[in-house]
């Protein structure tokens, strides 16, 4: 059965500092991989996806980064962190193909406070 | 226009209570739709899969209506397990083989004892 992991869970880092997260999926290959932001109270935002390894789209203007340097491997990045990238980061994962069934899996979160 | 739309709510019912949501989405060719769960501070979780007229799965019941573009769910027998938030999500259609989905902001359900 696939799974898919995120860390940390939680992190609060200061205005202006480094951010790395990271997602990785197990029990499948190839998947279509997903960047999620939600503000606390807010919906879901689609940040980046990728369809391949080193393939990212960004679907909003911002600060934030993402790589995929493996397969099953998505990270989030950013140089220096603003007050408004606080939020609940979710990754998550689909079948790489134009099927019917397109059902995102999520992973379990990060949750970001920035001060 | 929001492309997926739903009341926000919150919806308060007493244990036992039959509820239901209803969302309408603005992209007539959309073929999938699927209801997520999302509990507070967790992430969602796919509840059921819409790709015909409509699913049921137990006390849950989700339909279909492509002529008014609307999608409903429905909760029988409300257990006070099923507080939490429903989002409406259909898949961009013109996304091609990305996957993308296009989520409603989530209706939220309180079910009091």
């Known amino acids: 059965s696939q799974t898919i992991h995120q860390w940390p869970a939680t992190l609060v880092q200061p205005v202006g500092s480094p951010l790395s997260l990271e997602c990785t999926v197990e029990g499948t290959s190839n998947p279509n991989l997903y960047w999620y932001r939600q503000a606390a109270g807010r919906g879901l935002q689609l940040l980046f996806y990728s369809v391949g390894i080193g393939q990212i789209s960004s679907e909003v203007p911002q600060n934030l980064s993402a790589s995929r340097p493996q397969d099953r491997q998505f990270i989030l990045s950013s140089k220096k962190l603003l007050l408004s990238d606080s939020g609940f980061y979710l990754c998550a994962w689909s079948v790489s193909s134009g099927r019917r069934n397109n059902e995102q899996f999520f992973g379990p979160g990060t949750r970001l406070t920035v001060l | 226009r929001k492309e997926v739309e739903q009341d926000p709510g919150p919806f308060n019912v007493p244990e036992g209570a039959t509820v239901a949501f209803n969302c309408t989405y603005s992209?007539?060719?959309?073929?999938?739709f699927f209801w997520y769960r999302q509990d507070c501070r967790k992430e969602p979780k796919l509840l059921m899969s819409v790709y015909s007229s409509g699913n049921e799965d137990g006390r849950f019941t989700a339909q279909l209506n492509r002529a008014s573009q609307y999608i409903s769910l429905l909760i029988r027998d409300s257990k006070l397990s099923d507080s939490a938030t429903y989002l409406c999500?259909?898949?961009?259609?013109?996304?091609?083989?990305?996957?993308?989905?296009?989520f409603g902001q989530g209706t939220t359900l309180q079910v009091k004892p």
């Open positions: 999500v259909a898949y961009d259609f013109n996304s091609g083989n990305t996957g993308k989905l296009i």
């Open positions: 992209n007539s060719a959309s073929q999938s």
